[in-house]
């Protein structure tokens, strides 16, 4: 069963750290490529990151760099996201979701459509 899911979400002070974690199951994730989305109350989704199949390139959106890291433990079949300094207009729902290939920038920029989509995960940022 192709199945993502989605974990590490909570909540968290402004200045404070959480790392997301993406699971694959029935499917090779390094063969796709991955990218992290959120979407905020009242606010459409957008693309946080991304990260390609095989070589592993990575992107961000603006809003993030710096902040973010996206990487892959191919032995865990698993991509995190750790999310450092968060803010307030960080507070999401993160979804992971995959796309078969190497598509990064593509995915976070919104050019193409995800093979698959995890249920996401919470991140509030607030004190």
């Known amino acids: 069963q192709v199945q993502l899911v989605e974990s590490g979400g909570g909540l968290v002070q402004p200045g404070g750290s959480l790392r997301l974690s993406c699971a694959a199951s029935g499917f090779t994730l390094n063969r796709y490529t991955t990218g992290w989305f959120r979407q905020a109350p009242g606010k459409e989704r957008e693309g946080v990151s991304c990260i390609s199949s095989s070589v592993g390139s990575t992107y961000y959106t603006d809003s993030v760099k710096g902040r973010f890291t996206i990487s892959r433990d191919n032995a865990k079949n698993t991509v995190y996201l750790q999310m450092n300094r968060l803010k307030p207009e960080d507070t999401a729902v993160y979804y992971c979701?995959?796309?078969?290939?190497?598509?990064?920038?593509?995915?976070?920029?919104?050019?193409?459509?995800?093979?698959?989509w995890g249920k996401g995960t919470l991140v509030t940022v607030s004190s």
């Open positions: 979701a995959a796309l078969y290939g190497s598509r990064c920038p593509a995915v976070v920029k919104g050019d193409v459509g995800m093979d698959y």
